[in-house]
């Protein structure tokens, strides 16, 4: 079955790195774009990026861009989402999401999501 | 960037009764390619989101029937035919027009 299991949350200071990762089994990874979306607590849902199946496009919310960025290795399954420069603001749970495809076409939405992991920017 | 305005915020149903969400968006959300992206998705509480609906009305794998969608151009509907106890949660439309992919605020369904 399809599984995505997100890692790398944790409490950081404002101003430092982390990096998430999120680990794919039960499809071909390498064919599947993935998308990033975040939840502040007690909020709601908020898109943070996105990269096509074999990495040639990335796209980002303003909110993040030129801060995080969004890579993957289809050799290990495995998505990336590297985030400098955390702000308060960043605080939230980090969805990875797969994009929707039927019938082997992209259908514009996102049908498997993770469990999430727990990113805290606090001094 | 689209904005997606949901309405109601929240809504107290009666075990078996029907239950409606609409969501509008500030802009069309017809694609170049002739589709329209508008999905929703349910959050139940402490899990991630679930797709139950995509372009409008097609049922995501394993989603009852008794979840329904419609709408055109601005304007869709999610409606729950009886509410069963395990529809409890928060329910969001999403449009994939265009990016960035946006959201509505929520709407959090609740048993009276």
């Known amino acids: 079955q399809v599984q995505l299991v997100e890692s790398g949350g944790g409490v950081v200071q404002p101003g430092r790195s982390l990096r998430l990762s999120c680990a794919a089994s039960?499809?071909?990874?390498?064919?599947?774009?993935i998308h990033w979306v975040r939840q502040a607590p007690g909020k709601g849902l908020e898109w943070v990026a996105v990269?096509?199946?074999?990495?040639?496009?990335?796209d980002y919310a303003d909110s993040v861009k030129g801060r995080f960025t969004i890579s993957r290795d289809n050799s290990n399954n495995t998505l990336y989402l590297q985030m400098n420069s955390l702000r308060a603001e960043d605080t939230a749970v980090y969805y990875c999401?797969?994009?929707?495809?039927?019938?082997?076409?992209?259908?514009?939405?996102?049908?498997?999501w993770g469990q999430g992991t727990l990113v805290t920017v606090s001094s | 960037d689209i904005v997606m305005t949901q309405t109601p915020l929240s809504s107290p149903v009666t075990l078996g009764q029907p239950a409606s969400i609409s969501c509008r968006s500030s802009q069309s959300l017809v694609n170049s390619d002739g589709n329209t992206y508008l999905s929703w998705l349910q959050q139940r509480p402490g899990q991630p989101p679930r797709l139950l609906i995509y372009?409008?009305?097609n049922r995501f794998s394993g989603v009852p029937d008794r979840f329904s969608g419609s709408g055109a151009g601005t304007d869709f509907t999610l409606k729950i035919g009886r509410v069963e106890a395990e529809d409890v949660g928060v329910y969001y439309c999403?449009?994939?027009?265009?990016?960035?992919?946006?959201f509505g605020q929520g709407t959090k369904l609740e048993i009276k």
């Open positions: 999403m449009q994939a027009t265009q990016f960035p992919y946006t």
């Open positions: 990269i096509w199946y074999d990495g040639s496009n990335k």
């Open positions: 039960g499809f071909t990874f390498s064919s599947y774009g």
């Open positions: 999401a797969r994009v929707l495809r039927m019938d082997g076409f992209w259908s514009g939405s996102l049908d498997y």
């Open positions: 372009k409008i009305s």
